[in-house]
C-alpha cells in the first residue's frame, strides 16, 4: 500500500527557520515526481513545487521560487520542504504529493501538515 | 506558465440537483486534466482523471468532459455526501496548476 506520512504541526516565530518532511513507502521512490501543495486559511491548493528524486530534478512554480527549498534523501525515501526564513504569510496546512502519474492512473497525497508561524 | 480558470467559485444546491462546474485553462492542455474532490480537513481526492475517466471506486453520478481548453464536470444527482470543494488539476506542465476551486454548499 502506498503512503506518504508527514511530520507533525509546527508553531514557529517569524524569521525562524524549518524543515518537514514526507516519507514514502510502498513503491520504488526513485522515479515518480513528488511535491508540495500550499493550502492557506480558506484558500485554494497551489502546488509549490516537485522533485524526481532519481536525479534531483527540482521544478518550482514561479510564486515559490526562491522561498522555498524542495529536496529528496533517496535512502531515506522522504522529500522535503524547507524554509529559511519565515514569515506570517507561511502559516498553512502543507501537503505532500506524488503527482499524478497517467502509467499508473492515480496519485497519492500525505495527512498535511500544518505550519503556524507567529510571534 | 498555464492558467486555470474554474467557474463558479461557489454554488447553493440541494439534494438531488444537477451540478455543473467549467474549467478553463490559458492553453490547449489535450485531456490532461483532472478533477479533485476535498471535504475540510482532508487532503484532495481524485474522482476523474485524463478529463472523463472516472477513478476505480468513484460514484458514476461524477462524470467529466472536454478537451483542448475547455472542460466540464457534472454531478448528476447531488447526494448529501457531495458538499465540498472541487478543483480541476492541469498535469501537462510540472508542477501542475490548479484552478481556484468551487465551493458546493447546501442550499
Known amino acids: 500500500e502506498v503512503q506518504l506520512v508527514q511530520s507533525g504541526a509546527e508553531v514557529k516565530k517569524p524569521g525562524e527557520s524549518l524543515k518537514i518532511s514526507c516519507r514514502a513507502s510502498g513503491y520504488t521512490f526513485t522515479p515518480y515526481w513528488i511535491g508540495w501543495v500550499r493550502q492557506m486559511p480558506g484558500k485554494g491548493l497551489e502546488w509549490m513545487g516537485i522533485i524526481f528524486p532519481g536525479d534531483s530534478d527540482t521544478r518550482y512554480s514561479p510564486s515559490f521560487q526562491g522561498q522555498v527549498t524542495i529536496s529528496a534523501d533517496k535512502s531515506m525515501s522522504t522529500a522535503y520542504l524547507e524554509w529559511s526564513s519565515l514569515k506570517a504569510s507561511d502559516t498553512a496546512v502543507y501537503y505532500c504529493?506524488?503527482?499524478?502519474?497517467?502509467?499508473?492512473?492515480?496519485?497519492?497525497w500525505g495527512q498535511g501538515t500544518l505550519v503556524t508561524v507567529s510571534s | 506558465d498555464i492558467q486555470m480558470t474554474q467557474s463558479p467559485s461557489s454554488l447553493s444546491a440541494s439534494v438531488g440537483d444537477r451540478v455543473t462546474i467549467t474549467c478553463q485553462a490559458s492553453?490547449?492542455?489535450?485531456?490532461?486534466l483532472n478533477w479533485y474532490q476535498q471535504k475540510p480537513g482532508k487532503a484532495p481526492k481524485l474522482l476523474i482523471y485524463?478529463?472523463?475517466t472516472l477513478q476505480t471506486g468513484v460514484p458514476s453520478r461524477f462524470s467529466g468532459s472536454g478537451s483542448g481548453t475547455d472542460f466540464i464536470f457534472t454531478i448528476s444527482s447531488l447526494q448529501p455526501e457531495d458538499f465540498a470543494t472541487y478543483y480541476c488539476q492541469e498535469f501537462i506542465s510540472l508542477p501542475p496548476t490548479f484552478g481556484q476551486g468551487t465551493k458546493v454548499e447546501i442550499k
Open positions: 504529493a506524488r503527482v499524478f502519474d497517467s502509467s499508473v492512473q492515480d496519485d497519492y
Open positions: 492553453q490547449d492542455i489535450t485531456n490532461y
Open positions: 485524463d478529463a472523463s
